[in-house]
C-alpha cells in the first residue's frame, strides 16, 4: 500500500509525526465539531487496532483530505445497534418512512420497521436493493453528500462503505468491542469518501442559506479557515 508524498524537509520523520500529531477529534472528541479538544496521537488511538487498521489510520491522516476528518461528526455522535451473541454492529444509518435505516459491515443495508402500520409491523427487516427517494433522512456526514447518500444501498457503493467500516472500527475499539469482525476499509475507498464529503463541503458554500444541508458551523469553519489545510500533498494512485 502506498502512501501520499510527503514534502521533501530536512527531517521526514518530524513531519510525519506532526500529521499524525494532529489526529481527528473524530476518533476520540466529545463533541461533533469541537477543535478545542484533546488531540491524542494515531498510537494512542488505535493501540488496540491490528496494524492493517493502524496503518490505514495513519495513511489518511497523511493524506490530503485529512482535513475533512475535523469536521465530521465524532464517532460518538452516531448510534450504533451491537449483537454481543453474534458479536455483530450495525451503524443506524437515518430514517426512511416508518424504518430505520441500518448499515451492515458486509456492504448491506437494511430497513427496520419502528412502528405498526396497516402493511407491516414493528421489527419487521426488509433489504434496501436500491437508491431511496428523497424520503430518506440520512445522518451526518452521510446526508451532506448526494453522491455518498444514494451509495447507501446493499451493496453500498465502495466510498459509503468505506466510511460505515471507519466509524464501526473507531466505535468498536474505543468500546472494547475488539471481538468484532470487521473488514479493514479500503484506503482509496475511504479517501475517495473524504472527497465526496469535501466536494459538497465546496458546493454547499456558493448555495443560498435556504438551500443548504451542512450545518452553519461546519461551513463556516471550512470558510475561515479553521482547518489546517498547510502543506497540501499530492494524491497517487495506491501500490496494490
Do not use: C
Request: glycine share 4%; charged share 25%.
Amino acid at each position: 500500500m502506498g502512501l501520499n508524498k510527503v514534502p521533501k524537509v530536512s527531517s521526514s520523520f518530524w513531519i510525519t509525526r506532526q500529521r499524525v500529531d494532529r489526529t481527528k477529534h473524530l476518533l476520540l472528541s466529545n463533541s461533533s465539531y469541537s477543535h478545542r479538544q484533546r488531540k491524542l496521537t494515531m498510537a494512542e488511538s488505535t493501540s488496540l487496532a491490528s496494524w492493517k487498521l493502524h496503518n490505514r489510520f495513519v495513511d489518511i491522516v497523511r493524506s490530503d483530505a485529512s482535513p475533512i476528518l475535523d469536521l465530521i461528526p465524532s464517532y460518538n455522535t452516531l448510534e450504533f445497534d451491537y449483537n454481543a451473541t453474534g458479536n455483530t454492529v450495525a451503524l443506524r444509518m437515518g430514517e426512511y418512512g416508518d424504518s430505520e435505516i441500518l448499515a451492515h459491515p458486509n456492504g448491506s443495508v437494511t430497513k427496520r420497521v419502528v412502528r405498526d402500520s396497516k402493511i407491516r409491523k414493528a421489527g419487521t427487516v426488509l433489504e434496501v436493493n436500491r437508491p431511496m427517494s428523497g424520503q430518506f433522512k440520512a445522518i451526518a456526514p452521510f446526508g451532506w453528500s448526494e453522491t455518498m447518500q444514494q451509495g447507501i444501498t446493499t451493496p453500498m457503493s465502495a466510498p459509503a462503505h468505506a466510511l460505515v467500516l471507519m466509524y464501526m472500527h473507531i466505535w468498536s475499539l474505543k468500546m472494547e468491542k475488539g471481538v468484532v469482525d470487521l473488514p479493514i476499509p479500503k484506503y482509496q475507498s475511504l479517501y475517495d469518501a473524504l472527497v465526496l464529503i469535501r466536494n459538497a463541503l465546496d458546493t454547499d458554500s456558493i448555495l443560498p442559506v435556504g438551500q443548504r444541508k451542512i450545518p452553519a458551523e461546519v461551513l463556516a469553519a471550512y470558510q475561515n479557515g479553521a482547518v489546517d489545510r498547510s502543506e497540501p500533498l499530492e494524491k497517487e494512485d495506491i501500490e496494490k
